[in-house]
């Protein structure tokens, strides 16, 4: 029973592709999460959803676009892929105003 | 968030307990101390959290000292699949900020 799930796994494209991630999560939580983990290993939060509201925008570049369905979701847009957009992509929920994040498997994008 | 260090990689034998420090001596009062590891190619795991007292779960101890400066993680009985990443972060905005952390590495 698999709290939080992410797909796909993998993901290769070339650049100027138009990809998606979905995240879902089963464990009530009603704030989600995405991080982005670089070739150096930092991990940076980019967006944050509660509620199906934005409340986390960090300097994103505006090709990313998350939406949330509903609370249990969170899919990441992303267009006009670059080179740089190579990472692996996390995708996290919680309780409101909790930092006890619950982490999905990850996306590894590969941008070609 | 406070500012934490640690140290970039430390070695436990397998059975052994594993101490991770971590310094945090600008927390403010109200600021917890969250741990979490990340092992390879898996998605960050929360561990454990405490304020001021000492904590303990079914993965790790927390101790925090008492003037709240420093903190350790424990693992009591470390095993191969103890590798990882271990963060410390002490939050006090809306997010968690994931530092470099300390890998730990569990040698048989």
């Known amino acids: 029973d698999t709290a939080v799930s992410q797909t796909p796994k993998y993901l290769v494209t070339q650049m100027g592709n138009d990809k998606s991630i979905k995240c879902e999560q089963n464990?009530?939580?009603?704030?989600m999460y995405w991080y982005k983990q670089d070739s150096k290993k930092f991990l940076k939060i980019m967006f944050s959803?509660?509620?199906?509201?934005?409340?986390i925008n960090e300097t994103v570049p505006n090709r990313f676009s998350p939406k949330s369905p509903d609370k249990a979701h969170l899919n990441l847009h992303i267009n006009s892929l670059e080179l740089g957009d190579s990472a692996v992509y996390f995708c996290?929920?919680?309780?409101?105003?909790?930092?006890?994040?619950?982490f999905g498997p990850g996306t590894r994008l590969t941008v070609t | 968030d406070a500012k934490t260090t640690q140290p970039t990689s430390m070695d436990c034998a397998e059975g052994r307990a594993a101490n991770l420090p971590c310094n945090h001596s600008?927390?403010?009062?109200?600021?917890?101390v969250y741990w979490y590891r990340q092992i390879h190619s898996q998605g960050p795991q929360y561990i454990i959290h405490?304020?001021?007292n000492n904590e303990t779960n079914e993965m790790a101890s927390l101790i925090i000292t008492e003037d709240r400066k420093s903190s350790t993680l424990i693992l009591p009985h470390a095993t191969l699949r103890d590798t990882a990443v271990y963060y410390c972060?002490?939050?006090?905005?809306?997010?968690?900020?994931f530092g470099t952390g300390t890998r730990l590495q569990v040698f048989p």
């Open positions: 996290a929920s919680s309780q409101y105003l909790t930092y006890e994040q619950y």
């Open positions: 464990l009530g939580h009603d704030t």
């Open positions: 959803y509660n509620n199906k509201e934005l409340i």
């Open positions: 600008t927390i403010s009062g109200n600021e917890y």
């Open positions: 405490g304020l001021k």
């Open positions: 972060i002490a939050p006090n905005t809306d997010k968690l900020i």
